[in-house]
């Protein structure tokens, strides 16, 4: 189950995506970023928002994995923070 910012975020960005339609990156980045649909951009709603906005940017290709140190892939296009295991609601 999401949470409603979360949702809120997906389907801000999803409007924002459709309103481009030639595809262009930086327009695309743009639409995004002028997409936020929560008010003020702080506190929790705000990193839900991040999260969401850089999930779509590495769908999109707008961003790319960074390597580390040693030349490893090593940063992941999001955290799946609304992703959860079967059972982990219960404690028996």
Same mark, same amino acid.
């Given at each position: 189950?999401?949470?409603? /910012?979360?949702?809120?975020?997906? &389907?801000?960005? &999803?409007?924002?995506?459709?309103?481009?339609?030639?595809?262009?990156?930086?327009?695309?980045?743009?639409?995004?970023?002028?997409?936020?649909?929560?008010?003020?951009?702080?506190?929790?709603?705000?990193?839900?928002?991040?999260?969401?906005?850089?999930?779509?940017?590495?769908?999109?290709?707008?961003?790319?994995?960074?390597?580390?140190?040693?030349?490893?892939?090593?940063?992941?296009?999001?955290?799946?923070?609304?992703?959860?295991?079967?059972? &982990?609601?219960?404690? /028996?």
């Amino acid at each position: 189950m999401s949470s409603p /910012w979360r949702l809120a975020a997906r &389907q801000a960005i &999803q409007s924002a995506i459709k309103s481009v339609p030639d595809g262009d990156l930086k327009k695309l980045k743009a639409a995004i970023d002028a997409a936020f649909p929560l008010g003020y951009r702080k506190y929790y709603p705000y990193k839900i928002w991040l999260d969401e906005r850089r999930k779509y940017f590495y769908i999109l290709g707008i961003l790319q994995p960074q390597p580390d140190k040693l030349g490893r892939r090593t940063k992941k296009p999001g955290c799946g923070c609304d992703i959860q295991s079967p059972g &982990q609601l219960s404690l /028996w």
